[in-house]
């Protein structure tokens, strides 16, 4: 990323041209609301009804309201100002919530970096925005916040304050802020201003920023509480990393605020200790990417977990094999939701009521009306249905471009203005079904392999929690085929997997070259497993084994 001048930049954000603008408000999608006035609305009509549980902290609608504009005056006292930009950088909590909705109240706009965040990616978010505050925990999952934030205030004068939940004595203390709060008049908010900052989930590089304002923003959590029927009598475990688009407003911890629901907060995703807490709170939904919910299976299928409240789980950020996706209902005894969604915008859902068949087999609809998708060849002219090709797409709540991006926009967006998301899908019958991205097949001897087959036959596997293939860089072959597998206990050998995989049909040329069991799978931010350090370590481990065969 380049360093820019951030108001600049604000004011030069690619938009949606008048004509849009128009249609998406004649037609009731975008509103005069904002996320500070709907948390009014919506605690004035919940009261002391519990809105939030994290442990042993509950907070009703109304003392989260109150909390909200306690913190939203703090920020203002100590010098935070309308369009100013600040890092939020938070574990799963309740603070978390009310910080997020008093940055919405007055104006401030959040960068949500998730806690596996460090210094390089913090960098890039101080000196790409000129930050200037840094909203942290002391410590998360061992980590110590408070030293990174020292680094990064070394580095960036602009980086005036940093603020901490957690230890009294360091810092800014997040309580000593609602403690200090003298009434001031709060900025008046527009649905144009922008909410927050949600970051791109690419699994390359620096994430981009992603500018959502309250108008698409609050239409985006909207469409999903109709989505998802998310009402008063929701209640959401928040098990991904809460700054993530998905488990923020898709519809996520905001969806339910916002329909009145109860969010139930864990930082841990271990499955037993969230099968206790759904049984505990009476969750009715929760939400996860597919290495979770592998694993979730896998240790259901164990404990047999009493949870009949559960009624739905969501699974979304990568694909779901459609064998993991028919083991949901009966081990888990919900109902799968899957879901295809980016921080960029389109989000499609699988309905409750669809079919069996619809629910394991692809990852649902467009969730609006007004979302525009196009499915392309590489010259980007559309491909019949039932086809693969790349998906464009355009609508309410999709960015027109990055923040201060202009290279990069050219090549994520086409001229009129449809997002390229790089993900390969078929559409039949309006549901979308992903077979890939761009970058992700692997091409052995001139063969392209569908890597989705061989790890769906895998997983079928009796001693298979969960199965990755990638390619191994490879001078004659261009590419090998390596499979990671993530094993139960008692394991498997690898003869047995490529005996397996024979009697399953599989065409010789596709059973993978090479094996690596491994105790877990390394992840990105949000938990979905990084293909990327993968193919890292596996170079790594060739190069090694070939120095060695030098030696020999
Ligand atoms: C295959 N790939 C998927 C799916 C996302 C809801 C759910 C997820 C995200 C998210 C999100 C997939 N099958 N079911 O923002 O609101 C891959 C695609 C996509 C990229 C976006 C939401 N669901 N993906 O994961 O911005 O490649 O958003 O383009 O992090 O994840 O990643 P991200």
């Known amino acids: 990323m380049n360093s820019c001048d951030p108001l600049n930049e604000i004011s030069n954000i690619p938009y949606w041209p008048q004509e849009f603008v128009d249609r998406y408000i004649a037609d009731g999608l975008w509103t005069k609301d904002t996320f500070g006035d709907e948390l009014y609305k919506i605690s004035s009509i919940m009261g002391d009804k519990v809105a939030v549980t994290d442990n042993d902290k509950k907070l ?37 919530i009310e910080i997020t909705f008093a940055l919405f109240r007055i104006g401030v706009i959040p960068i949500f970096a998730l806690p596996a965040h460090r210094e390089n990616e913090l960098n890039s978010f101080c000196s790409f925005t000129k930050a200037r505050a ?192 028919r083991q949901v209902e009966p081990t888990l005894g919900c109902k799968l939701q899957q879901v295809f969604g980016m921080a960029e915008g389109l989000i499609c859902f699988t309905d409750l009521n669809d079919s069996e068949e ?7 609809k467009p969730m609006s009306v007004a979302d525009e998708v196009r499915v392309v060849d590489e010259l980007g002219h559309p491909v019949p249905d039932g086809e693969v090709g790349y998906i464009l797409t355009r609508g309410p709540y999709t960015i027109r471009g990055y923040f201060g991006q202009n290279e990069a926009n050219k090549t994520s967006f086409t001229e009129d203005g449809f997002y390229k998301s790089g993900d390969l899908v078929r559409k039949i019958a309006g549901y979308l079904i992903v077979e890939g991205r761009d970058k992700d097949q692997i091409i052995q001897g001139g063969e392209n392999i569908s890597i989705e087959e061989i790890e769906g036959i895998l997983i079928k596997h009796s001693a298979i929690i969960d199965a990755v293939i990638v390619g191994l860089p490879d001078e004659y072959y261009g590419e090998r085929i390596c499979a990671f597998v993530l094993c139960k206990t008692p394991p498997t050998t690898e003869n047995d997997l490529r005996l397996f995989l024979k009697n399953q049909g599989l065409a010789p040329f596709k059973i993978p070259y090479r094996f690596e069991f ?20 596996l170079l790594k481990m060739h190069l090694e084994q070939e120095k060695i065969k030098k030696v020999i």
């Open 60 to 96: 009703s609608f109304e003392a989260l309201n109150k909390s909200v504009n306690e913190l939203a005056l703090g920020f203002l006292n100590l010098g935070l100002q309308k369009k100013d930009i600040v890092i939020v950088q938070l574990p799963n909590s309740i603070e978390f």
């Open 134 to 325: 840094y909203i942290t925990a002391d410590m998360i999952a061992g980590y110590d916040h408070c030293i990174l934030a020292s680094s990064l205030q070394e580095k960036f004068s602009f980086l005036k304050y940093v603020i901490i939940v957690g230890k009294e004595d360091k810092e800014i203390n997040i309580n000593s802020l609602r403690n200090n709060s003298i009434s001031l008049p709060l900025p008046q908010i527009d649905a144009q201003d922008i909410a927050c900052f949600q970051l791109s989930g690419g699994t390359t590089g620096i994430p981009k920023l992603i500018v959502r304002r309250h108008q698409d923003y609050l239409y985006n959590v909207r469409a999903c509480i109709a989505a998802c029927h998310f009402n008063k009598d929701t209640t959401y475990l928040a098990v991904l990393p809460m700054g993530h688009n998905f488990p923020m407003a898709c519809p996520g911890f905001i969806g339910t605020i916002l329909a009145g629901g109860h969010v139930v907060i864990t930082r841990s995703a271990v499955a037993s200790e969230c099968f206790d807490l759904i049984e505990q709170e009476e969750v009715t939904v929760t939400a996860l990417v597919p290495p979770l919910a592998m694993v979730w299976l896998n240790a259901a299928s164990i404990f047999k977990p009493d949870i009949p409240s559960l009624q739905v789980l969501q699974v979304g950020g990568a694909r779901l094999s459609n064998e993991a996706a």
């Open 518 to 537: 491994l105790d877990q799978f390394p992840t990105t931010g949000v938990g979905k497993i990084s293909k990327k350090e993968l193919r890292k370590e």
């Open 358 to 364: 619809i629910v394991t087999t692809t990852q649902g």
